[in-house]
């Protein structure tokens, strides 16, 4: 086993911390990971204080995770050593259900494992709940090279990390709900996933419209690529862009009222929820149903096109906006994510974890 440096929230209550870890030496078909940086999800916080309920401590976050191939497992073949890897939100999946065999792990029967907060498989396909996974707050993670992404050349690898959990979140429904060149796409809020939504709908060849409570978000969701920009927090704006829209990410988590978004759609039009509310909202039939509109939702996305993302953001030249920090900052990071004073993601720069900041 190795013994790794890592940051740990203890407790729900907790602040994060430096914490050590065990991690295995690479089995057959398992790659070791030196990290180099990972991303800050604003999920990171929702588990850390349990506000999702079933968290499992100590817990060390981080699934937007970068590195580089230091150890390779018997039979390994997809990599070798010095590559730069990537790892996202889930390390394991049963392997043998429908949604497996298709490559959509994220959507696996039995539920996939996630990168932290979650267990490791036994030999059988089952959670082994005596070994819970930790994630990339620390210096390194061993991964089944089934579940590794190769991360192409030309994407900057701290930048690419928040890919893995951003970018794939906003990718996969613009692709799964037919987005093409020409197609009117609005995105909700512009936080993290928003401006990956509006960097990849732009790339694809849409046409992007940013939807935000605030004014102030203008002038930034125009220099991400949008080709304009809507005040919500003016009722006239529901008015003024009703039946525009072929298809709405969805990307808040805070609530609010779904049928206004919903009254924006064209004819057969598609709004897919991204944001997770901590309440239920209601949705009026009428808002679907007079203009055949669908309401929809996206997770992730599998293996296979979570690469697909990857290698086409490099094509594209698309990264996320992000602000690198040292280890020690990330519980000032958790409170000003909170304030949304971030553009766009914070990304942990784990040499200072390494080098034993905070320690």
């Known amino acids: 086993m190795l ?77 070798q050593l010095g590559d730069a890897v990537g790892v996202g939100c889930f390390v394991d999946s049963c392997r043998s259900c429908a949604q497996c ?41 061993t991964v089944d090279q089934a579940y590794v992404l190769r991360i192409p050349e030309a994407l900057p690898l701290d930048r690419a990390a928040p890919l893995l959990c951003a970018g794939i979140t906003t990718y996969s429904p613009l692709k799964h709900f037919g987005v093409k060149a020409g ?66 990410l969805d990307t808040v988590s805070a609530p609010h009222d779904y049928n206004a978004y919903l009254g924006l759609l064209k004819f057969d039009g598609t709004m897919v929820l991204l944001g997770i509310p901590e309440q239920p909202a209601p949705v009026a039939a009428g808002a679907l149903i007079m203009q ?25 030249g698309i990264a996320a906006d992000i602000e690198l920090i040292a280890i020690d900052r990330i519980n000032e990071a958790y409170e000003r994510m909170l304030k949304a004073d971030v553009r766009y993601r914070f990304v942990i720069d784990i040499a200072s974890l390494r080098d034993g900041a905070g320690a």
């Open 3 to 79: 013994t790794t440096p890592a940051y740990a929230a203890a407790t729900a209550a907790a602040p994060l911390a430096p914490f050590t870890i065990e991690r295995r030496e690479p089995r057959a078909n398992e790659v070791l990971i030196e990290i180099l940086y990972c991303g800050v999800c604003h999920s990171d916080i929702h588990q850390a204080r349990d506000e999702w309920g079933g968290s499992i401590f100590p817990m060390v976050p981080g699934h937007e995770i970068v590195g580089r191939v230091a150890q390779l497992g018997a039979g390994v073949d997809r990599f």
């Open 292 to 316: 055949r509109r669908k309401l929809g939702g996206s997770l992730i996305g599998g293996i296979r096109e979570t690469q697909e993302m990857l290698d086409f953001c490099a094509q594209h």
């Open 101 to 141: 065999r298709a490559g959509e792990e994220q959507y696996c029967e039995s539920g996939m494992s996630g990168t932290y907060n979650s267990h490791e498989r036994g030999a059988d396909g089952r959670f082994d709940r005596t070994r819970p996974t930790y994630g990339g707050y620390a210096t390194r993670i």
């Open 183 to 248: 197609d009117a796409v609005a995105v909700v809020g512009l936080g993290g996933l928003g401006h990956m939504a509006v960097k990849i709908a732009r790339a694809m060849g849409a046409q992007v419209t940013v939807l935000s409570t605030s004014e102030a978000k203008r002038a930034a969701a125009l220099e991400l690529g949008a080709h304009e920009f809507a005040a919500t927090g003016d009722p006239a704006t529901f008015k003024a862009h009703a039946k525009r829209f072929d298809l709405i």
